[in-house]
Each structure stands twice: as C-alpha cells, then as structure tokens.
C-alpha cells in the first residue's frame, strides 16, 4: 500500500519559513517524479515545485522562484519543501504526490498516481 505523509505545517507570520516533509512507502521511491502541490480555499489545486527522479532537474512556478527549495533523499524516502519569505497569499493546505510521467505533463494534478493527506500552511500578515 503506498502512503505519502506530509508534515511541517503550522502558522507563521509573513516574512517567516517552514520547511515541509513527505515521507513515502510502499512505492519504488527513485523510479517516481515528486511533486508538491497546493490548493488554498475555493481555488484549484496548482502545483508549486517538482523533482525528478534523479534530483536531476526541478520546476516550479513563478511564486516560487527564489523563495522556496525542493530536495530530495531517495535512500530515506523523503522529499522536502523549504520555503522561505512566506507570503499570506501562500496560506494552503500542501500536498506531496507521485507521478511516472515525463514531460510537461508533470505539472498536471491529474497525472498524478499518489498523493498524501495534505499539510496546512497559514502565513499571517
């Protein structure tokens, strides 16, 4: 059974940092993409940052860039989500998920074949 465990939310004040964790299992962890992805609410589900399989090469959205940091350990199973100068128009519940997919289709919620329960992230003015 393949489980992805997020962890590390809470609230913070503008400006701060959280670093988020996803714990996997039950999957072959370095043959899957990682994703973390966001959805605030009454909004999509978009995504926020990617690894691939390697930690070869990462993407990531423009309100990222140069304020949060993805990584990965394959031998542990995990990747993280550092994130930095928070903003309170990053308040979501933050999800991690696996896909096989290659191409710019990783950036798509529904390519997705596991995601995790979620972690909320609220960032106070």
């Known amino acids: 059974q393949v489980q992805l465990v997020e962890s590390g939310g809470g609230l913070v004040q503008a400006g701060g940092s959280l670093r988020l964790s996803c714990a996997a299992s039950?999957?072959?962890?370095?043959?899957?993409?990682m994703g973390w992805f966001r959805q605030a609410p009454g909004k999509e589900r978009e995504f926020v940052y990617g690894i691939s399989w390697s930690g070869g090469w990462t993407d990531y959205v423009d309100s990222a860039k140069g304020r949060f940091t993805i990584s990965r350990d394959d031998a542990k199973k995990m990747i993280y989500l550092q994130m930095n100068s928070l903003k309170p128009e990053d308040t979501a519940v933050y999800y991690c998920?696996?896909?096989?997919?290659w191409g710019t289709g990783r950036k798509n919620k529904n390519n997705y074949n596991y995601w995790g329960q979620g972690t909320q992230v609220t960032v106070s003015s």
């Open positions: 039950g999957l072959t962890f370095s043959a899957y993409y």
């Open positions: 998920a696996a896909t096989t997919v």
